[in-house]
């Protein structure tokens, strides 16, 4: 069974051409930018990589493109679990699951409806499970189409399965983590927590990293907090706090200015994407972006950050 290292955990945007096709030369210059930056590792082929808006074939090539490509000492999760129906949902991971991938992860809104009971989500995520008996597992409370937290009976039922080693939390709420801290204790499920207010206040209870939107942006900044905050509380305290307002890009227009601020700190790619149209990322939305890296490049030095 894969060991799942604590840290920082992109989750990755997915680049494309100007013909639309995913832009390989960018993705793995983006694995490089992870690297340099401190990161854990990333997950691959999730809402951020626009995982709805790939087809069945591209998901398989870039999973394997990111696992082949991973620089030394990072991992990759991986998903594209995006079908509606068990049978379909098998088909998928059999197509894109590979070595070297550290867990397949699954979606709690895939195994069942908006209307329907944790019952139903547990035995279809049973069900999956059994079909896949040697695959590390992760879970990702994703919020498209709907966004399905995990109660405490269904994590109870990740850990009698033995299997998930990962869990995307993104219920931003400090009770219900340390809850499901309490429920995973000593199964060996990490959880990284994707809510930037909230980090600080999670990994004190034990969470095992950051994995969320904005470290597209400056993972170097989640990787110290992660790493320092216990041994230097202040600038724990202060940086937290930065990280917090600066998260709020998330809602301006993401990914394209995700795409758009790494395009800016050397990684080179277009900012199109099969989400939202990036002619509509207005010039003033760019300047708060320009500013945004600006705010962290002075986080870094304050930090005493060098990048090569």
């Known amino acids: 069974m894969h060991h799942i290292h604590n840290g920082v955990w992109p989750t990755m945007i997915t680049p494309f051409t100007d013909r639309n096709e995913i832009d390989y030369d960018a993705v793995e210059k983006l694995l490089m930018f992870y690297q340099r930056r401190g990161v854990a590792g990333v997950f691959a082929v999730c809402q951020s990589s626009e995982m709805f808006k790939l087809d069945l074939e591209e998901k398989k090539q870039l999973i394997r493109f990111v696992v082949e490509r991973l620089p030394d000492g990072m991992q990759a999760v991986v998903s594209g679990h995006t079908a509606d129906n068990l049978d379909d949902q098998a088909r998928e991971a059999e197509a894109v699951m590979c070595e070297g991938a550290a867990a397949y992860v699954v979606l709690p809104n895939r195994f069942a409806g908006e209307e329907e009971s944790d019952d139903r989500l547990i035995e279809n995520m049973e069900a999956f499970s059994a079909k896949f008996p040697d695959i590390p597992l992760g879970m990702y409370e994703c919020p498209y189409p709907y966004k399905r937290v995990l109660s405490p009976r269904v994590l109870r039922s990740c850990v009698d399965i033995g299997r998930f080693l990962f869990i995307k939390d993104t219920c931003s709420n400090v009770g219900q983590m340390a809850e499901k801290l309490s429920v995973i204790e000593g199964s060996g499920i990490k959880l990284f927590n994707a809510n930037s207010a909230t980090l600080l206040d999670s990994l004190k209870l034990g969470a095992s990293g950051y994995s969320g939107v904005m470290a597209n942006f400056h993972p170097q900044l989640y990787a110290w907090l992660c790493r320092n905050y216990a041994k230097e509380p202040g600038k724990a305290e202060r940086l937290q706090r930065l990280l917090g307002a600066c998260s709020m890009a998330e809602y301006q227009y993401y990914p394209v200015n995700a795409k758009y601020s790494l395009s800016l700190q050397g990684v080179t790619m277009a900012i199109d994407s099969r989400v939202l149209d990036a002619d509509l990322f207005a010039e003033?939305?760019?300047?708060?972006?320009?500013?945004?890296?600006?705010?962290?490049?002075?986080?870094?030095?304050?930090?005493?950050?060098?990048?090569s």
Do not use: C, P, T, Y
Not at 284 to 307: C, D, F, P, T, Y
């Open 284 to 307: 003033s939305k760019r300047l708060e972006i320009r500013q945004l890296n600006e705010v962290a490049a002075w986080a870094g030095e304050m930090l005493q950050l060098v990048h």
